[in-house]
Protein backbone atom coordinates (compact mmCIF):
# COMPACT_ATOMS: atom_id res chain seq x y z
CA UNK A 1 0.00 0.00 0.00
CA UNK A 2 0.78 3.58 -0.19
CA UNK A 3 3.24 5.14 2.68
CA UNK A 4 3.98 8.20 3.86
CA UNK A 5 7.32 9.06 6.07
CA UNK A 6 8.09 10.79 8.00
CA UNK A 7 10.91 12.09 10.83
CA UNK A 8 8.90 11.55 14.78
CA UNK A 9 10.76 14.37 16.21
CA UNK A 10 12.18 18.39 15.48
CA UNK A 11 14.01 20.74 17.68
CA UNK A 12 14.54 23.92 16.94
CA UNK A 13 15.20 27.56 19.01
CA UNK A 14 12.39 29.56 18.98
CA UNK A 15 13.11 32.57 16.56
CA UNK A 16 14.60 29.82 14.29
CA UNK A 17 13.20 28.25 10.87
CA UNK A 18 11.88 24.50 11.22
CA UNK A 19 11.77 22.39 8.70
CA UNK A 20 9.72 19.46 8.23
CA UNK A 21 10.20 16.79 5.52
CA UNK A 22 7.55 13.86 4.16
CA UNK A 23 8.09 11.42 1.46
CA UNK A 24 5.65 9.49 -0.02
CA UNK A 25 5.35 6.65 -2.16
CA UNK A 26 1.92 7.40 -4.56
CA UNK A 27 2.66 8.59 -7.48
CA UNK A 28 -0.84 9.25 -8.62
CA UNK A 29 -0.74 11.71 -5.91
CA UNK A 30 -3.06 14.31 -6.72
CA UNK A 31 -3.18 16.80 -3.41
CA UNK A 32 -0.28 17.09 -0.74
CA UNK A 33 -1.49 18.35 2.93
CA UNK A 34 -0.11 19.64 5.88
CA UNK A 35 -2.20 19.23 9.41
CA UNK A 36 -1.05 20.46 12.83
CA UNK A 37 -2.24 18.73 15.90
CA UNK A 38 -2.04 20.45 19.33
CA UNK A 39 -2.59 18.48 22.60
CA UNK A 40 -5.81 17.47 23.32
CA UNK A 41 -7.15 18.86 19.85
CA UNK A 42 -8.01 17.30 16.30
CA UNK A 43 -6.05 17.70 13.63
CA UNK A 44 -6.23 21.09 11.29
CA UNK A 45 -5.39 21.96 7.77
CA UNK A 46 -2.53 24.33 7.55
CA UNK A 47 -1.71 24.32 3.88
CA UNK A 48 -2.42 22.03 0.65
CA UNK A 49 -0.54 22.06 -2.72
CA UNK A 50 -1.67 20.71 -5.45
CA UNK A 51 1.00 17.94 -7.26
CA UNK A 52 1.91 20.60 -10.78
CA UNK A 53 3.19 23.29 -8.38
CA UNK A 54 6.47 22.57 -6.81
CA UNK A 55 6.05 25.60 -4.11
CA UNK A 56 2.90 27.22 -2.16
CA UNK A 57 3.70 30.20 0.26
CA UNK A 58 0.75 30.95 3.03
CA UNK A 59 2.68 33.91 5.55
CA UNK A 60 5.09 31.97 7.75
CA UNK A 61 4.74 28.64 6.30
CA UNK A 62 6.69 27.79 2.79
CA UNK A 63 5.70 24.28 1.32
CA UNK A 64 8.26 22.83 -1.18
CA UNK A 65 7.16 19.57 -3.17
CA UNK A 66 9.97 17.51 -5.46
CA UNK A 67 7.25 15.03 -7.51
CA UNK A 68 10.55 13.25 -9.05
CA UNK A 69 11.82 12.18 -5.41
CA UNK A 70 8.25 12.10 -3.91
CA UNK A 71 9.47 14.73 -1.12
CA UNK A 72 7.82 17.44 0.38
CA UNK A 73 8.29 19.90 3.07
CA UNK A 74 7.07 22.55 5.13
CA UNK A 75 9.02 25.62 6.41
CA UNK A 76 7.86 27.52 9.37
CA UNK A 77 9.82 30.48 9.64
CA UNK A 78 10.38 32.52 12.85
CA UNK A 79 9.24 29.46 14.94
CA UNK A 80 6.97 30.45 17.73
CA UNK A 81 6.17 28.55 20.76
CA UNK A 82 2.79 28.42 19.76
CA UNK A 83 3.77 26.04 16.66
CA UNK A 84 4.94 23.46 19.35
CA UNK A 85 2.54 20.44 17.81
CA UNK A 86 2.50 17.58 15.48
CA UNK A 87 2.97 18.44 12.14
CA UNK A 88 1.30 15.32 10.11
CA UNK A 89 1.81 15.26 6.14
CA UNK A 90 -0.81 13.52 3.81
CA UNK A 91 -1.72 12.93 0.41
CA UNK A 92 -4.66 11.79 -1.17
CA UNK A 93 -4.51 9.18 -4.61
CA UNK A 94 -6.67 10.08 -7.74
CA UNK A 95 -10.07 8.80 -7.02
CA UNK A 96 -9.35 7.44 -3.33
CA UNK A 97 -11.20 8.08 -0.29
CA UNK A 98 -9.68 9.79 2.33
CA UNK A 99 -6.52 10.65 2.75
CA UNK A 100 -3.27 8.49 3.69
CA UNK A 101 -1.13 10.36 6.64
CA UNK A 102 2.08 9.75 8.21
CA UNK A 103 3.31 9.08 11.75
CA UNK A 104 3.48 13.14 12.58
CA UNK A 105 6.52 15.29 13.10
CA UNK A 106 6.59 16.69 17.29
CA UNK A 107 8.06 19.76 17.00
CA UNK A 108 9.63 21.30 19.91
CA UNK A 109 10.55 24.81 20.60
CA UNK A 110 13.41 25.29 22.31
CA UNK A 111 13.28 28.90 24.46
CA UNK B 1 -15.48 25.59 18.07
CA UNK B 2 -14.29 23.27 14.61
CA UNK B 3 -17.62 23.04 13.66
CA UNK B 4 -17.37 18.36 14.14
CA UNK B 5 -17.97 17.93 17.75
CA UNK B 6 -17.60 14.38 19.30
CA UNK B 7 -18.89 12.79 22.33
CA UNK B 8 -17.86 11.55 24.75
CA UNK B 9 -14.35 12.99 24.82
CA UNK B 10 -12.94 10.36 27.34
CA UNK B 11 -14.78 6.39 27.84
CA UNK B 12 -13.28 3.64 29.70
CA UNK B 13 -14.95 0.38 29.01
CA UNK B 14 -14.36 -3.03 29.41
CA UNK B 15 -13.99 -5.86 26.69
CA UNK B 16 -17.97 -7.09 27.49
CA UNK B 17 -19.63 -3.53 27.32
CA UNK B 18 -21.39 -2.01 24.29
CA UNK B 19 -21.05 1.64 24.01
CA UNK B 20 -21.44 4.23 21.01
CA UNK B 21 -19.04 7.79 20.14
CA UNK B 22 -21.31 10.26 18.40
CA UNK B 23 -20.07 12.83 15.72
CA UNK B 24 -21.86 15.73 15.07
CA UNK B 25 -20.83 18.32 12.22
CA UNK B 26 -22.51 21.85 11.57
CA UNK B 27 -20.72 22.64 8.24
CA UNK B 28 -23.39 21.30 5.89
CA UNK B 29 -20.75 18.58 4.96
CA UNK B 30 -21.80 15.36 2.77
CA UNK B 31 -18.79 13.36 3.72
CA UNK B 32 -17.64 12.17 6.84
CA UNK B 33 -15.33 9.82 8.08
CA UNK B 34 -14.14 7.85 11.58
CA UNK B 35 -10.18 7.76 11.59
CA UNK B 36 -8.05 5.75 14.47
CA UNK B 37 -5.45 7.23 15.97
CA UNK B 38 -2.68 5.14 18.03
CA UNK B 39 0.67 6.35 19.18
CA UNK B 40 3.77 5.72 16.72
CA UNK B 41 1.28 4.68 14.06
CA UNK B 42 -0.08 6.75 11.28
CA UNK B 43 -3.20 7.74 11.40
CA UNK B 44 -5.46 4.71 10.45
CA UNK B 45 -9.05 5.44 8.06
CA UNK B 46 -12.06 3.61 9.25
CA UNK B 47 -15.00 4.51 7.52
CA UNK B 48 -16.06 6.96 4.71
CA UNK B 49 -19.23 8.13 4.47
CA UNK B 50 -20.82 10.21 1.56
CA UNK B 51 -24.40 11.65 1.57
CA UNK B 52 -25.28 9.06 3.73
CA UNK B 53 -23.88 6.17 1.82
CA UNK B 54 -21.09 4.13 3.27
CA UNK B 55 -18.15 4.40 0.64
CA UNK B 56 -15.38 2.42 2.16
CA UNK B 57 -14.54 0.15 5.14
CA UNK B 58 -11.03 -0.20 5.32
CA UNK B 59 -10.90 -3.91 6.77
CA UNK B 60 -12.34 -2.86 10.09
CA UNK B 61 -12.93 -5.82 12.44
CA UNK B 62 -16.38 -6.47 13.05
CA UNK B 63 -16.32 -5.11 16.92
CA UNK B 64 -16.78 -1.18 15.15
CA UNK B 65 -19.86 -0.57 13.66
CA UNK B 66 -20.80 2.69 12.54
CA UNK B 67 -23.98 4.46 11.35
CA UNK B 68 -24.51 7.51 9.56
CA UNK B 69 -28.43 8.18 9.85
CA UNK B 70 -28.21 11.52 8.28
CA UNK B 71 -25.38 14.00 6.87
CA UNK B 72 -24.80 15.55 10.19
CA UNK B 73 -24.40 13.02 12.22
CA UNK B 74 -21.94 9.36 12.58
CA UNK B 75 -21.96 7.04 15.10
CA UNK B 76 -19.55 4.51 16.17
CA UNK B 77 -20.93 1.33 17.91
CA UNK B 78 -18.39 -0.62 19.89
CA UNK B 79 -19.45 -4.13 21.46
CA UNK B 80 -16.78 -6.52 22.18
CA UNK B 81 -13.52 -4.61 21.73
CA UNK B 82 -9.81 -5.87 22.89
CA UNK B 83 -7.22 -3.58 24.98
CA UNK B 84 -5.56 -3.18 21.43
CA UNK B 85 -8.54 -0.96 20.44
CA UNK B 86 -7.36 1.42 22.62
CA UNK B 87 -6.76 4.83 21.07
CA UNK B 88 -8.27 8.40 19.73
CA UNK B 89 -10.90 7.88 17.44
CA UNK B 90 -11.42 11.07 15.19
CA UNK B 91 -14.52 12.04 13.48
CA UNK B 92 -13.33 14.50 10.23
CA UNK B 93 -15.86 15.76 7.68
CA UNK B 94 -15.41 17.10 4.15
CA UNK B 95 -17.77 18.73 1.72
CA UNK B 96 -17.74 15.50 -0.10
CA UNK B 97 -15.64 12.65 -0.60
CA UNK B 98 -14.31 14.39 -4.00
CA UNK B 99 -12.57 17.44 -2.29
CA UNK B 100 -11.80 14.74 0.87
CA UNK B 101 -8.06 16.22 1.42
CA UNK B 102 -9.89 19.56 3.13
CA UNK B 103 -11.20 17.38 6.54
CA UNK B 104 -12.51 19.29 9.12
CA UNK B 105 -11.36 17.06 12.85
CA UNK B 106 -13.47 16.67 15.97
CA UNK B 107 -11.44 16.73 19.22
CA UNK B 108 -11.94 13.25 19.40
CA UNK B 109 -12.52 10.55 21.43
CA UNK B 110 -10.19 8.96 24.38
CA UNK B 111 -10.97 5.40 23.88
CA UNK B 112 -9.51 2.83 26.88
CA UNK B 113 -10.34 -0.48 26.85
CA UNK B 114 -9.47 -2.70 30.07
Known amino acids: GEDVEQSLFLSVREGDSSVINCTYTD ?22 IFSNMDMKQDQRLTVLLNKKDKHLSLRIADTQTGDSAIYFCAEKGGGADGLTFGKGTHLIIQP | ETGVTQTPRHLVMGMTNKKSLKCEQHLGHNAMYWYKQSAKKPLELMFVYNFKEQTENNSVPSRFSPECPNSSHLFLHLHTLQPEDSALYLCASSQDRLTGGTLHFGNGTRLTVT
Open chain 1, 27 to 48: SSSTYLYWYKQEPGAGLQLLTY
